[in-house]
């Protein structure tokens, strides 16, 4: 799901990453002192008494230790007894200046071999390359450094669907994470960008989100939830997907076929109900979609069933007829929520859609599906922000387990997540 996205974004990760060392300002030492805690005398390796770095644990003592040991050697007589010097393979291979290997000949070193291989190979965020940022004590990020790592996401996320007003926000909120701020050593460049990335997106996505099923549990039964969207795109399917969900939270559901348009389209749904053991309401084909759900409502009311879940003709957004449609059917009905249906391969189809759905009949919120079949993710990265309503589930596949609530947080790890 959504892998070329993903790709792109470790891309800028990197190249943004590459940028910002390359601009890793110096600091003296004494500010470098001040700003980080002062090692201490008996510091790990300038007495000579083995430190034990697997026990040390956490990375940020490792840097510590490793940048107390670099500043300490400064005033410091060498150790006699001489390890091996370690080749600083990390350092080497970003090309940031290698402090003398005689300096880090410390008994500690002998003790990071073990440990070493892994972390050095990280040719990212590994903690040679950390520990640099650490002791260098201070970094500044300009826009220049940063303008072709910018440039490259831009086409990245506008080649992957991602609308261009979200892909120009994504830009913006990276540039006021990154550009010009002072960072001290506490953390590492990497994890800057990193930070910045998640915030850039998490803001994009995470537009008008509420606790849907919070909502579901407090609001007056029956909850009548009607879904809109093109035809084609999985709307029956995720009715008959949220039929499940919310039978397995405890609340009964009644569907109603207001797809009156379509030949077959009650032995559709039927064959859903059936298979779920719900009751439908369906009409005649040809019939009126708003009588439809107001007999769903009237049958939800009558038998105790806390949700009724109303299909709708699907027709193209430009269709005023569908459009008076679902006018007529706000009137009748007056549902608790309008969810918009599309599929997340349809990239910024669905994005143009979302938006004149919810112009020209307002939407609570959205269900992309297919989006176990999409490798874009710039629906899924959109939709929210355009509409200004949020993305509620994604459909995973085709079982009727295959839905998933939309969680920006989860969204954002998998989206930066390494392979
Ligand atoms: N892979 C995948 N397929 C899906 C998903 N959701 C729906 N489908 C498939 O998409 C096709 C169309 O789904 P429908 O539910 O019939 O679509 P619809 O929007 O109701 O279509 P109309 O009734 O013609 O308007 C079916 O073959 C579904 O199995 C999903 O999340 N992933």
Do not use: C, W
Not at 172 to 200: C, H, K, M, P
Not at 243 to 272: K, L, P, W
């Amino acid at each position: 799901m959504f892998d070329n996205l993903k790709d792109k974004l470790g891309s800028f990760r990197k190249d943004a990453e590459e940028a910002a060392e390359e601009n890793v300002e110096e600091v003296d030492e004494e500010e470098t002192v001040e700003a980080d805690e002062p090692p201490e005398p008996d510091e790990p390796g300038v007495d000579g008494t083995p430190s034990d770095v697997s026990d040390a644990g956490a990375a940020t003592d490792v840097e510590t230790a490793e940048a107390g040991a670099e500043l300490e050697t400064a005033e410091t007589e060498p150790l006699e007894t001489e390890p091996e010097p370690e080749p600083e393979t990390d350092d080497a291979a970003t090309g940031v200046d290698e402090p003398e290997p005689t300096e880090e000949g410390t008994t500690d070193s002998v003790e990071d071999d073990e440990e070493k291989p892994a972390e050095s190979e990280d040719n990212s965020t590994g903690f040679g390359r950390k520990a640099k940022s650490l002791v260098k004590g201070k970094f500044v990020i300009e826009e220049e450094d940063l303008e072709d790592a910018l440039h490259e996401l831009e086409m990245a996320l506008l080649s992957s669907d991602v609308e261009m007003n979200v892909a120009d926000e994504i830009l913006d909120n990276i540039r006021d994470e990154l550009v010009g701020e002072t960072r001290t050593f506490t953390t590492s460049t990497g994890e800057v960008v990193e930070e910045a990335l998640q915030e850039a997106i998490h803001d994009v996505i995470s537009v008008g989100q509420f606790d849907f099923d919070e909502r579901i549990a407090i609001e007056d039964k029956p909850i009548t939830i009607v879904f809109t969207g093109v035809n084609g795109v999985g709307k029956t399917t995720s009715i008959a997907k949220m039929s499940r969900y919310f039978e397995e939270r405890g609340f009964s559901t009644v569907m109603a076929n207001g797809d009156t348009y379509r030949a077959g389209a009650n032995e559709q749904i039927q064959e859903h109900a059936d298979a779920l053991d719900t009751k439908l309401i369906s009409h005649e084909q040809g019939g009126d979609p708003a009588a439809v759900l107001y007999d769903a409502v009237e049958y939800a009311e009558a038998n105790d069933v806390d949700v009724v879940l109303g299909d709708t003709a699907g027709r193209l957004h430009t269709d005023e007829g569908l459009m008076d449609q679902l006018e007529k059917i706000d009137r009748v009905v007056d549902p608790d929520m309008t969810l918009f249906v599309d599929e997340a391969v349809a990239g910024q189809d669905a994005v143009n859609r979302a938006r004149e759905f919810n112009n020209a009949a307002e939407i609570d919120g959205a269900i992309l599906t297919k989006a176990d079949a999409d490798s874009n993710g710039g629906a899924a990265i959109s939709v929210a922000h355009v509409t200004g309503k949020p993305i509620l589930f994604l459909g995973i596949g085709q079982g009727y387990d295959h839905l998933e609530r939309f969680d920006p947080d989860q969204m954002v790890e998998r989206l930066l997540e390494d392979d």
